[in-house]
């Protein structure tokens, strides 16, 4: 996504979580010795794990960067699901994924730890994004930056261990989708990954968030998904960015993303799922709005008021998720502003488009 920002208690542990959280996952090879992505032991923070995510959810994204503590924001904004915007390496060449790419917040339990605790205590859970423009444009995505395909896979490994989540997505875009060496090690990691997960009974599965037109995925990104094909790499979801068109019309922001969506579903079933029924296709689709105005400028208005029909077109045809960029916009604190990282851009109520988003989960 294009950003001008740099970028539960309740649940059921999996049988692995009590294991991996101590001596660490296995390698994706089948080895049983100690993971060196996994964090040390911490004596004041232990991420729990959640429930299994549902089959149909609504989860803003939100850039760590830009607010206070996550599980107050869930909180006041009513969103239930986070998604966590973003993991990167601090300088291309490097294996190693931070929050922002900044090494003082590595990604392990004593960064947002405890939030994703709170979070979780509440019935939520979170989904940490690798990616995302600022990495995407200096090369410190962390496919691109690393060379090395165990390397790439062990790091997701360990997010996926030291957070207990069941989803990771992964947001490529602007240089990154035309990089193809890189699109192949992402897949080849994420294949790698999943027979790890499998090997330790751990559900994990991952989702990409692509550049889209009102005509569905530019032939990128299906070259993405056509990618995963070959390596055997399974998406659990393709969340489409139904913004950003930057092709000089006026758009209804609505329509277009209801046709993107639609056009997704054709090019999953010509990629990634042959065989699939129209139900199973598109609960693979996910639909990412800009809440406001967004990076172009007012003629790509998504206004408060399309948020409920979007959710509700969304609902009647079992998308699998809803999310917007971005939670801390959600404000309406710059009107006639474009692409502004900490309000809509938009007359609205704060927290209005969370509360629109929200009530996707009521849904199913």
Known sequence: ?????????????????AVLAVAGPASATGSTGPNPWL?????????????PLRAHIAAPYVDVTSVGDLADLSQQSGSKYLTLAFLQTEAPGSCTPYWAGNTATPANPDVYGAQIDRIRARGGDVIPSFGGYSADTTNTDIADSCTDVHQIALAFENVFAAYKVQRIDLDVEADSITNQAGIDRRNQAIAEVERWGK???????FSYTLPSTPQGLAPSGTAVLQSAATFGAKIADVNIMTFDYWDGATHNMLTDA??????????????????ASAR????????????????????????????????????SHGVQTMSFWALQRDNGGCPGTKGA???SGVVQPTWGFSKAYAAFNSWF
């Open 1 to 17: 996504m294009k950003r001008t920002a740099l970028l539960a208690v309740t649940g059921v542990a999996v049988a692995a979580a």
């Open 39 to 51: 964090p040390t032991p911490h004596s004041h923070t232990v991420v729990l794990p959640g429930l």
């Open 199 to 205: 090997a330790e009974h751990w559900p994990v599965s």
């Open 258 to 275: 209801e046709s993107a969506a639609t056009a997704l579903t054709t090019q999953l079933k010509q990629t990634i799922l042959p065989r």
């Open 280 to 315: 199973t296709l598109w609960s693979t689709v996910g639909i990412i709005q800009m809440n406001g105005i967004d990076d172009y400028g007012i003629e790509e208005t998504f206004p408060l008021e399309q948020a409920a029909p979007l959710v509700a077109w969304a609902s």
């Open 341 to 343: 990282n900490s309000c």
